[in-house]
């Protein structure tokens, strides 16, 4: 059964980070562009940043760029997300999805696309 679990958050203090790990069973994450996505309370869930299937192309959105860097190792089958510089703004749940239609190994921009999912984990920034 294919399976992700999310996991490193917690509560951290603005201008902290926090490590968010993203882990695979049930299948094998070499051949899949993996998105993380966040939702804060009352919003739409929003993309945060993409890594294609080799590693080569990373995308972020425009509210992370320079602070959140997205990497994989695929023999963990884990993909992390490194959060630095962390902002009141980043509190939300945070995802991680795959792609189970079209071009899998590449990222995709729009939520739809994603047709697996993560349960979550709470990211929360605050003094």
């Known amino acids: 059964q294919l399976q992700l679990v999310e996991s490193g958050g917690g509560l951290v203090q603005p201008g902290g980070s926090l490590r968010l790990s993203c882990a695979a069973s049930g299948f094998t994450l070499d051949y899949y562009a993996i998105g993380w996505f966040r939702q804060a309370p009352g919003k739409e869930r929003e993309g945060v940043s993409c890594i294609s299937s080799s590693g080569r192309t990373t995308e972020y959105g425009d509210s992370v760029k320079g602070r959140f860097t997205i990497s994989r190792d695929n023999a963990k089958n884990t993909v992390f997300l490194q959060m630095n510089s962390l902002k009141p703004e980043d509190t939300a749940v945070y995802y991680c999805?795959?792609?189970?239609?079209?071009?899998?190994?590449?990222?995709?921009?729009?939520?739809?696309?994603?047709?697996?999912w993560g349960q979550g984990t709470q990211v929360t920034v605050s003094s």
């Open positions: 999805a795959v792609r189970g239609r079209g071009i899998t190994s590449m990222c995709a921009s729009r939520k739809e696309d994603y047709d697996y």
